[in-house]
């Protein structure tokens, strides 16, 4: 699962790199793009997204469980009901596009926001592809089949990749002035294309897997009122999540020409080491501890918190340090080519040191949020996650009339590790309460043993970049020479001194890799 995710999450970054290359980092054009994608994103998380993660794995890992139900007909009508839902939600959106983009991004112009406006539009039917993909994924997991609903967005991926190599080799520029009605339509179907690429790969895997796609009408005798009872908790947070989104996105738009791609690269970037480690983890956990949670064995259920925290944070506890100590430097070596411009590259990792903080409260509060879920509970995780967005709602408008200007994009982000590590503490002591123990004593040993030893890890890398900064430049090619030489030596100390502090979970982690390589 974690090579898969790895192998996404790259050929993500890849199209995020062809995407800046022929939109420019720092453009109208690009910022306009990204806001009107956004959007599907943001529209599918607030009816289904939220569910789909609290409620469809553990609630057809039940259903698989109990004889007296047909499990079959069952998963049909409810990936039958996610159809026609989000195909109602689809065509709503678009006749209120925009009033959609008015909302998210007052800070445009007006050629701005007509062009996100025809973006938006054929955009929105991603909504319905991420549904599909999510209610497949659900039901492959549910059957123990992990690795391939994360070797699905590769072919999203790859579509994108293709799509921004044609709009450059048919002239497209970073300038929006120049864009034309073939451009706008090449760009913004070959990215919806790419969603639904992802969803046929799903598709056609849940078939092999012996599961027959039918659509049913009738969506009786799936407990519809229980469903949405449980999802209306998860709606809520959501609700919130995205409220806090859109508020932080508001302000980013105003924080000068191009802030708003700034930001979503750096937070882009933020959430691939969580999702190669953390996302792999939460997958493979999630079925198992609704297993454990519906046989009461709540002594598993804590020995899998423990073990799953413990070895997201041996890798998630450097990989923060190294986001601080080299964020400019990778951000200039990944995005400062094409049209981009190099002070935003520069302001990407900034912005992206700002996030690293919040990485291992972020992946923790994540992953104590599916033990609730696996328990059956989405009525606490969602009253902590509105929590959780009051702050970082508050904490970005604190931040934004502090730090005016290209500032505020750093001041958002750092805003982000203050909310997590709230959301982290409170959730802790939610499932104290409710399982009895998680594990804390050992929990605190263990990430304080790991900080010391990329404490000392970071600090090395800090000296070599300082060192060797000034012989090798600020472009692209001496960003690579500091990145790989600092990183080599970050992690080698980072290796010796988890070594000394007899650092358990490293062991365990690298144990495994022989055998990862030998499946491959």
């Known amino acids: 699962m974690a090579v898969a995710t790895l192998v996404s999450r790259i050929t993500g970054f890849l199209r995020t790199l062809a995407l800046v290359s022929a939109l420019g980092l720092g453009t109208h054009l690009l910022d306009t793009y990204t806001a009107a994608n956004v959007t599907p994103n943001a529209v599918y998380e607030l009816v289904m997204g939220g569910a789909a993660a609290?409620?469809?794995?553990?609630?057809?890992?039940?259903?698989?469980?109990?004889?007296?139900?047909?499990?079959?007909?069952?998963?049909?009508?409810?990936?039958?009901?996610?159809?026609?839902?989000?195909?109602?939600?689809?065509?709503?959106?678009?006749?209120?596009a925009p009033l959609i983009v008015e909302l998210t991004v007052p800070g445009f112009g007006a050629a701005q926001r007509e062009l996100a406006v025809d973006f938006t539009r054929i955009f929105l039917p991603q909504i319905l592809f991420y549904g599909i993909s999510a209610a497949l994924a659900a039901i492959l997991n549910a059957r123990g089949r992990f690795a391939a609903p994360m070797w699905a967005p590769v072919a999203n991926n790859l579509v994108v990749i293709a799509t921004a190599g044609t709009f450059l080799l048919a002239g497209g520029t970073g300038r929006m002035e120049t864009l034309t009605q073939g451009q706008t339509l090449l760009l913004s179907i070959g990215t919806s294309a790419g969603v639904g690429a992802q969803m046929v790969v799903l598709a056609v895997v849940t078939?092999?897997?012996?599961?027959?796609?039918?659509?049913?009408?009738?969506?009786?005798?799936?407990?519809?009122?229980?469903?949405?009872?449980?999802?209306?908790?998860?709606?809520?947070?959501?609700?919130a999540a995205q409220a806090a989104l859109i508020v932080v996105n508001r302000l980013a738009s105003q924080a000068g020409p191009g802030a708003v791609s700034v930001f979503s690269n750096a937070y882009t970037l933020f959430q691939l080491p969580y999702a190669v480690v953390a996302v792999t983890v939460i997958t493979g956990m999630l079925p198992r501890m609704s297993r454990a949670a519906t046989e009461r064995d709540l002594s598993q259920v804590t020995a899998d918190l423990s073990r799953s925290l413990r070895l997201t944070g041996v890798v998630l506890v450097p990989v923060a340090a190294a986001l601080v100590v080299l964020g400019p430097r990778l951000t200039t070596l990944l995005f400062a080519h094409g049209n981009a411009s190099p002070g935003a590259a520069h302001l990407t990792g900034v912005v992206l040191a700002a996030y690293a903080p919040a990485l291992v409260p972020f992946a923790g509060y994540q992953i104590m949020l599916r033990v609730h879920y696996a328990l059956g509970d989405t009525r606490t995780p969602a009253l902590i996650s509105v929590a959780v967005s009051a702050a970082l709602l508050?904490?970005?408008?604190?931040?934004?009339?502090?730090?005016?200007g290209a500032d505020m994009v750093v001041a958002l982000a750092g805003c982000t590790a203050v909310a997590y590590?709230?959301?982290?503490?409170?959730?802790?002591?939610?499932?104290?309460?409710?399982?009895?123990?998680?594990?804390?004593?050992?929990?605190?040993?263990?990430?304080?043993?790991?900080?010391?030893?990329?404490?000392?890890?970071?600090?090395?890398?800090?000296?070599?970049?300082?060192?060797l900064g000034p012989a090798v430049g600020t472009g692209p090619g001496g960003s690579l020479a500091v990145v790989c030489a600092a990183t080599l030596t970050g992690a080698c100390l980072y290796a010796l001194a988890a070594r000394l502090l007899r650092i358990g979970e490293l062991t365990a982690l690298t144990a495994g890799l022989p055998w990862t390589f030998r499946s491959l």
């Open 421 to 467: 590590a709230l959301g982290l503490v409170i959730t802790a002591q939610s499932l104290r309460r409710r399982i009895g123990r998680i594990d804390g004593r050992r929990l605190l040993r263990s990430h304080a043993r790991m900080l010391v030893a990329a404490g000392v890890a970071g600090l090395a890398a800090a000296v070599v970049a300082s060192g």
């Open 394 to 404: 508050v904490a970005s408008l604190v931040a934004a009339r502090l730090h005016p």
């Open 207 to 239: 078939r092999r897997a012996g599961f027959p796609l039918r659509l049913r009408a009738d969506p009786r005798g799936i407990a519809v009122r229980r469903i949405a009872a449980m999802a209306g908790w998860t709606v809520a947070s959501v609700t």
């Open 54 to 96: 609290s409620v469809l794995v553990p609630l057809l890992v039940r259903v698989t469980a109990d004889e007296d139900v047909d499990a079959e007909l069952f998963t049909q009508r409810l990936l039958s009901l996610v159809l026609y839902g989000l195909s109602a939600v689809v065509l709503v959106t678009i006749v209120a």
